[in-house]
């Protein structure tokens, strides 16, 4: 097993050593930008790390996991576009710095190319591989529109925003692992705890993301602060406030996200004040910890070495600990 840092270095001299220069660079040029922005890179080496808890070797999983990290910063790409995001990781969103049609396009190629990483494997390896990917990536697509039909909705329930959630989010992490156990040919059993360990880890992230969204520190966010409520998105913030709020609080609430005036600034801390005055925010910290801990408790059950465990979790708990 390796440190978490050394498994984000071998996927990024990986990614690197897949970049060619090709034509129209005006396709490629966006995929190169996008992939060389420093995001976490959790997803990839999620991967690499399963693949090694059960014992095979990281580089195996080198071409999943930048599929997986491809697919994913492909989903960025088009979900800017949609949510007019200028920023992606504290820099131009790539329809801002080109332009919508070159996202478009370049985030196409960019699926295209992320199914294409798993040729190299054996074929009952690749189908698994293949299979699984289909599925979760019909299901991020799935979850991308609940995201955008909750926006026009004012009866949005918990169940339904944490269902979104599950699926725009946290079923790429749980299927990053899994595929680590896929390559690993370990038992159908050990994968499904991987699975369910990155589901609920998926849905903490996730979690996190929102409160940081309202909450974080601009300088690290490397997003807009409050582009959640800009957008009127109804978050597990903005589901707990309408449950706790006083009646005036609540109302003002559901007047303020059914606009979008011009100069935000005030929108943004009306609502933040209502998301602590109500409880919303001790609520959604509470829920990243429960999501955290049942994906923690999940760990234990897995038949490794308790430092491989342990490596795990303390990845599960440094990422909940994040300010980006």
């Not at 990917?133 to 926006?151: H, P, R």
Request: hydrophobic share 45%; charged share 25%.
């Amino acid at each position: 097993m390796h440190a978490i840092a050394q498994y984000q270095e071998f996927i990024t001299h990986y990614a690197a050593s897949q970049v060619v220069e090709k034509n129209p660079t005006t396709l490629y040029a966006p995929i190169t930008y996008i992939m060389g922005l420093s995001g976490k890179r959790l997803r990839p080496v999620l991967t690499l790390l399963a693949t090694e808890l059960f014992d095979a070797k990281y580089q195996e999983a080198l071409p999943a996991a930048l599929a997986v990290e491809v697919f994913h910063n492909f989903s960025l790409v088009h979900d800017d576009i949609m949510d007019d995001a200028p920023l992606r990781r504290g820099h131009e969103t790539v329809h801002e710095k080109w332009d919508i049609n070159t996202g478009i396009l370049s985030g196409d190629a960019m699926l295209i190319m992320a199914y294409r990483y798993f040729e190299s494997y054996e074929p009952a390896v690749f189908h698994n591989l293949v299979t699984l990917f289909s599925k979760t990536a019909l299901e991020v697509c799935e979850g991308q529109q609940w995201d955008v039909d909750f926006e026009q909705r004012d009866n949005v329930t918990l169940p339904e925003y944490l269902k979104m959630i599950e699926y725009k989010t946290a079923v790429l992490v749980a299927a990053a692992l899994k595929m680590g156990a896929i390559i690993a040919k370990t038992s159908e059993q050990n994968a499904q705890l991987l699975y369910d360990f990155g589901l609920n880890l998926g849905l903490a992230f996730q979690l996190q993301d929102d409160y940081l969204d309202a909450f974080g520190d601009p300088a690290t966010f490397g997003k807009k602060i409050g582009g959640d409520i800009i957008e009127n998105k109804k978050t597990y913030l903005y589901l707990k406030a309408i449950e706790f709020a006083e009646p005036t609080d609540k109302l003002v609430l559901t007047q303020l996200f059914s606009v979008q005036p011009s100069d935000n600034r005030d929108k943004i801390e009306s609502v933040k004040r209502i998301f602590e005055r109500s409880g919303a925010s001790k609520a959604t910290q509470d829920a990243i910890e429960m999501y955290t801990q049942k994906a923690l408790q999940l760990v234990e059950n897995l038949p490794v070495d308790q430092a491989k465990k342990d490596l795990l979790t303390v990845f599960a708990q440094n990422l909940m600990r994040r300010t980006v």
